[in-house]
């Protein structure tokens, strides 16, 4: 997924590839994106075949009943939401 338009400071480290997120700009970047916005997406953290060994795993859980649907819930008010 491209996220350059939401996060253009996180994105243009990852464009450099491998382990892009460790580097002391990407830190920043990413904890900037965090302050700024409560959420950041690294995208290519665990590279193709860590993603699809996570998406197997997930999926594993989930059909194993170990997950569930998150509360969703209106911002302010995380402990009465509703299942989605």
């Not at 860590?50 to 969703?72: D, M, N, S, Y």
Request: proline residues 4%.
């Amino acid at each position: 997924a491209d996220t350059s338009s939401v996060q253009p400071e996180v994105a243009s480290h990852a464009r450099d590839g491998r382990a892009w997120w460790s580097s002391d700009g990407a830190l920043a970047a990413i904890a900037e994106t965090l302050r700024c916005r409560n959420h950041v997406v690294v995208d290519g953290f665990l590279g193709r075949a860590g993603g699809v060994a996570l998406r197997v795993a997930l999926e594993r859980a989930w059909g194993g009943g170990v997950l569930e649907p998150a509360k969703v819930a209106l911002p302010g008010d995380g402990l009465n939401g509703q299942r989605s």
